[in-house]
């Protein structure tokens, strides 16, 4: 099984609908991130959490929010879709703040917003 | 500045040659180095990590960091069409979040 999965695997939906993004992890990692990538654009950091207390925003944080529910999991919204949130979404995870901290990603979600 | 620069490419090498990718970034506070090979429509997927100057080698892949330079690079030895991808270089700083350059398409041409 995936050490990180993510649901659901693709999803069309129209303006103005709510949106939730869900990213499960086996890894035990502390670490878990939300990103968004547009072609060109490389991966944007949209929110992150460093442990089920402490959530931060990133540099595109508008338009989103996030719930860590567990230490395994962590839910990306959009409350109110828009056409320009149509991209591929991953989360990824990192086990702490070592040097040697990596991160790994899910399969991404690939959301259209018509 | 961008934090971490890539050549966005194409970069096309034929077949068994060597193809060399080039990054940098912009702080000199940067502990850890990441390069992830993503195709097209998935994940981004580990590569190699580096985190003292140097070389590291791990099969045909080798990372080279050169922190006065600011400078990490990826060889791909004997280059195969199954690394056809986009390759993603990422800089961490000590104790915070990663940072990705926008990734430089490679074509490797049978």
């Known amino acids: 099984d995936a050490d990180v999965t993510q649901t659901p695997r693709n999803r069309i939906t129209k303006t103005g609908k709510r949106i939730m993004l869900e990213c499960s992890q086996t890894?035990?990692?502390?670490?878990m991130y939300w990103y968004r990538q547009d072609p060109g654009l490389g991966l944007q950091l949209i929110y992150y959490?460093?442990?089920?207390?402490?959530?931060n925003k990133g540099e595109i944080s508008d338009g989103y929010s996030v719930s860590r529910q567990a230490q395994a999991k962590f839910s990306l919204s959009l409350e109110s879709a828009i056409p320009n949130q149509t991209a591929l979404y991953f989360c990824?995870?990192?086990?702490?703040?070592?040097?040697?901290?990596?991160?790994?990603f899910g399969p991404g979600t690939r959301l259209t917003v018509l | 500045q961008k934090e971490v620069e890539q050549n966005s490419g194409p970069l096309s090498v034929p077949e068994g040659a060597i193809a060399s990718l080039n990054c940098t970034y912009s702080?000199?506070?940067?502990?850890?180095f990441f390069w992830y090979r993503q195709y097209s429509g998935k994940s981004p997927e580990l590569i190699m990590s580096?985190?003292?100057?140097g070389d590291k080698e791990d099969g045909r892949f080798t990372a080279q960091l050169n922190k006065a330079s600011q400078y990490v690079s990826l060889l791909i030895r004997d280059s195969q069409p199954s690394d056809s991808a986009t390759y993603l270089c990422?800089?961490?700083?000590?104790?915070?979040?990663?940072?990705f350059g926008t990734g430089t398409s490679l074509t490797v041409i049978p």
């Open positions: 580096i985190y003292s100057n």
């Open positions: 890894k035990g990692h502390d670490r």
């Open positions: 702080d000199r506070g940067s502990q850890s």
């Open positions: 959490s460093f442990d089920v207390k402490d959530i």
């Open positions: 990422a800089v961490k700083r000590t104790g915070n979040q990663f940072y």
């Open positions: 990824a995870t990192s086990d702490g703040p070592s040097d040697t901290d990596t991160q790994y």
